[in-house]
């Protein structure tokens, strides 16, 4: 079992598999150029789950696939069989800009995802495709209904920002509504990469929308990054507040990036890089890694709120 000083168990790895994504989303990567990492610096699907083997015997439970954007690296399902058919009783899940899950949902499904969260920031055509820069919403769309159709489980995430999308919170949460889904309303993270002048929308301002037309209760806190609310109809919504200090206590995860940088907290900047271990069958070596890595995994992150965060998020999957 992984324990970290501060007696948080360590169980849930989020792994990006590819730091390229076909978005430029506002919040995120906007005026980042279309790169191509050379191959010898990613690890192999086969390297990834070596050091992950090894996490799922220390006691890792959860594994979320990440990117950039995971549907475009190619054969991805071959790598969801590989960890399914070493323990089948993993929380196997995804997030993706939904753009290619139409497409690949049910290899997906078939090869032992169970659980997919797909970024759904707006319900209007030129709006999705102002924060995507590029023509997205029919696409994702069509990817989420193909999800629900093969029976994965859906969470949307939606990133609110003043004056862009802040109008249609509750327009998302009617859709993920009458789609039988959750919904997990995100506040911005500030961060270097993002478009210049753009603004939070706080989980006060958010709950105050939603109040407008809903009366909800909160929920009890749950080793999650998010809070959860019920309406009086049962139905379900989150919201992550990234810079509440809950965020932190209950945090169980780490991360694997796909050139093997394993990081312990997603605004701290140290990391660990375990490529070399494995790529030398060091096992024992990989293991210190991960050890070390867990035993100085922080408090909480060293984001202050009056500052911007560096971390390139598609590189380590946000």
């Known amino acids: 079992m992984l324990i970290d000083s501060y007696n948080r168990t360590i169980d849930y790895i989020r792994v990006s598999v590819t730091s390229r994504c076909n978005f430029r989303c506002l919040y995120c990567m906007p005026n980042t150029p ?3 990492e050379p191959h010898e610096n990613i690890l192999r ?5 070596e050091f992950l083997r090894l996490a799922i015997d220390e006691g890792v439970k959860k594994i979320r696939i990440t990117g950039g954007e995971p549907l475009l690296r190619k054969d991805l399902d071959v790598f969801v069989k590989m960890l399914y058919d070493y323990k089948q009783s993993l929380d196997l899940a995804l997030t993706t800009n939904g753009y290619y899950l139409k497409e690949y949902a049910r290899k997906l499904k078939d090869a032992g995802l169970k659980r997919v969260n797909v970024s759904l920031d707006s319900l209007k055509p030129e709006v999705a495709a102002k924060i995507a820069q590029k023509d997205v ?6 990817g989420i209904e193909e999800a629900i159709k093969v029976n994965l489980k859906v ?6 920002m003043r004056n862009i999308n802040d109008d249609e919170i509750l327009d998302l949460l009617d859709y993920a509504k009458s789609k039988n889904v959750t919904i997990r309303f995100i506040e911005f993270m500030e961060n270097e990469r993002a478009y210049p002048g753009i603004k939070r929308v706080d989980a006060k301002n958010i709950l105050d929308k939603i109040s407008k037309k809903y009366k909800f209760e909160k929920k009890e806190k749950k080793a ?3 809070d959860y609310y019920e309406l009086e109809d049962g139905y379900v919504f989150g919201i992550i507040k990234p810079h509440d200090d809950e965020f932190c206590k209950s945090c169980n995860r780490i991360r694997l990036t ?7 907290c997603l605004f701290f900047t140290e990391s660990y890089n375990i490529k070399e271990a494995i790529r030398k069958n060091d096992i024992k070596k990989a293991a210190e890694i991960l050890r070390d890595v867990v035993r100085n995994k ?5 984001w202050q709120e009056d500052e911007v965060s560096t971390r390139a998020f ?4 946000g």
Request: proline share 5%; net charge negative.
């Open 298 to 302: 922080p408090e909480k992150n060293d």
């Open 137 to 142: 919403l029919d696409k994702v769309i069509e």
């Open 45 to 49: 699907y086969e390297e990834m789950f």
């Open 34 to 36: 279309f790169e191509w």
């Open 258 to 264: 796909a050139e093997g940088y394993l990081i312990p």
């Open 155 to 160: 969470k949307l995430n939606s990133v609110i």
């Open 224 to 226: 999650e990054a998010s």
């Open 314 to 317: 598609w590189e380590t999957g």
